[in-house]
């Protein structure tokens, strides 16, 4: 399997539960990002790694945690989310941290916290 | 701070109608604008980098091209299947490889 796969494609939640986003890419890159899309905004860059490594956590609520155990899984932690965290949630990878070639992107996680 | 702002937020042609959809951009030195195609439900899908005022790149119907200011993306002869959100990015100018994103203009098509 090529590209990056995103599981699952859709997840409702309630406002207590724990649940997970998991990303891979089987495209050799270095970087990966976790971006939400919300109706009628732009997407909003959450986190970024690179080699593994946070580079950006840009002001994300802790109930959203980020993990990167390697360069080929990324994976985001949701606990007692509130209704306005209902979106898509796109994890993308680049070849390099600079970001220079552009994202390939997954087709995305639809939650919904009820 | 960098900013990325699209118009029209929403663009209705006829299949054969040319038109084009705008991007303007704020960044302190830009290191590369992108553009991506997005179906609903699906992941936005690479369509160009331009990396220099002057630049243009082509595929099929699409041509975008770079001022220093803004990005069009002209559309020659829409069909239906160019239906889509559009979307545009810059390279922030940090060193984390973020993209910003615009709000992306929805064009549909109609035979």
């Known amino acids: 399997e090529t590209g990056v796969t995103q599981t699952p494609r859709h997840l409702v939640m309630g406002m207590t539960n724990k649940k997970s986003l998991k990303c891979e890419q089987h495209?050799?890159?270095?970087?990966m990002y976790w971006y939400k899309q919300s109706a009628k905004k732009p997407l909003e860059l959450m986190f970024v790694y690179s080699l593994e490594e946070r580079v950006e956590n840009n002001s994300v609520p802790s109930r959203f945690s980020p993990e990167c155990p390697n360069s080929s899984h990324l994976f985001l932690h949701l606990h007692t989310l509130q209704p306005e965290d209902s979106a898509l949630y796109l994890c993308?990878?680049?070849?390099?941290?600079?970001?220079?070639?552009?994202?390939?992107f997954g087709s995305g996680t639809r939650l919904t916290v009820v | 701070e960098d900013q990325v702002t699209q118009s029209p937020e929403a663009l209705r042609l006829q299949e054969g109608e040319s038109s084009s959809l705008n991007c303007s951009y704020t960044v302190s030195g830009l290191r590369g604008l992108f553009w991506y195609r997005q179906d609903p439900g699906k992941g936005p899908e690479f369509l160009f980098t331009l990396y220099s005022a002057g630049e243009e790149k082509e595929k099929e119907r699409l041509k975008a091209t770079l001022t220093k200011k803004e990005s069009f993306l002209h559309i020659t002869a829409p069909k239906p299947e160019d239906s889509a959100t559009y979307l545009c990015?810059?390279?922030?100018?940090?060193?984390?490889?973020?993209?910003?994103f615009g709000q992306g203009t929805t064009l549909q098509v109609k035979p």
């Open positions: 495209l050799g890159h270095n970087a």
């Open positions: 993308a990878s680049s070849p390099e941290g600079q970001g220079g070639y552009g994202y390939t």
């Open positions: 990015a810059v390279l922030h100018s940090g060193n984390t490889g973020k993209l910003i």
